[in-house]
């Protein structure tokens, strides 16, 4: 399975949304990845202008 995140881009992203969590309510990086997990496998599409804002 080819890896779409290096380790750098994965430390990256969690470090912003840990800078971002208490000011605009952002996701750690695992909540977000259970969350975006659930979102993918529902058995109806999600538009991200309905689910984005919750991360």
Known sequence: MEQ???E???TQLEDFLLA???DEGCMP???A???LTAVL????MIMPNTWLPNV
């Open 20 to 22: 971002h969590m208490e």
């Open 33 to 35: 990845h259970g969350y």
């Open 29 to 31: 990086l695992d909540v």
């Open 8 to 10: 750098q881009q994965m």
């Open 41 to 44: 496998s529902g058995p109806h």
């Open 4 to 6: 779409v995140f290096s």
